[in-house]
């Protein structure tokens, strides 16, 4: 995709969205850090229901330790893996209280050293929570990235490093969440709407469904 296009495919997706952000529901960066280990392999839905019941009861590191990893197993039961969860969930806050003085940490490698914290959580706390403008790849992202042709890769590190080259600066910021609901609600996996994607005539995937351009 030529830079031309990549600039109006960004201002097309800012235009109908201006102010873009994660479905996950939470308020502080700590809520969205248990929010994204939560998220793995489980729908934004599926989370924020749990997270609805859990954050009330407890939603700091002191406090979901004192209700300890059969607690929080209770709260979040209906969220697949919950058990490897949990155990990663008390043990990041035992991490937090030792070592970051009960706060989330803004450094990539300090989040990362956090158990159920891989690169993509980081990426989407350090944008989501602390405005930096990483870009998280998940499967929508990477099917997304690659379809259009905005940023082509084989692994999901390619398609990142890819797109922090080729997305506008300008959008950059927001790009993670304008991909991702891209994604998730217009260009599917198994039937895209691409009849009425806004991006469809930028976009080089050649198995467009009927009624594209």
């Known amino acids: 995709m ?3 296009a990549r600039i109006e495919l960004f201002r ?3 235009e109908l969205n201006p102010h873009p952000t994660t479905e996950l529901e939470y308020r502080t960066p700590f809520e969205l850090l248990v929010a994204v280990i ?5 729908t934004d839905v ?3 229901k749990a997270t ?5 009861v407890a939603n700091t590191p ?3 330790l004192d209700l300890g990893e059969e607690g929080l197993k209770r709260h979040i039961a209906s969220i697949g893996l919950f058990n490897t969860k949990a155990k990663n969930i008390i043990a990041t806050c035992s991490l937090l209280i030792a070592h970051h003085g009960g706060e989330v940490p803004q450094d990539r490698a300090a989040l990362e050293a956090l158990p159920g914290v891989g690169r993509k959580t980081a990426n989407v706390v350090l944008n989501t929570a602390f405005g930096e403008p990483t870009i998280a790849v998940d499967t929508h992202i990477f099917r997304v990235a690659n379809r259009t042709g905005l940023a082509p890769g084989k692994t999901v590190l390619e398609i990142e490093k890819e797109l922090l080259r080729n997305v506008p600066e300008p959008y950059r910021q927001d ?3 304008w991909l991702i609901l891209h994604g ?3 260009c599917t996996a198994r039937k895209p709407k691409c009849p009425e994607c806004v991006i469809r005539d930028l976009c080089a995937w050649k198995h467009k469904t009927p009624g594209a351009d």
């Open 12 to 14: 097309r997706l800012a």
């Open 184 to 186: 998730r609600y217009v």
């Open 38 to 42: 939560l998220s793995a392999q489980a």
């Open 175 to 177: 790009a993670h969440h």
């Open 2 to 4: 030529k830079p031309a």
């Open 52 to 56: 609805r019941r859990l954050f009330p």
């Open 62 to 64: 002191r406090a979901l």
């Open 46 to 48: 599926g989370v924020n």
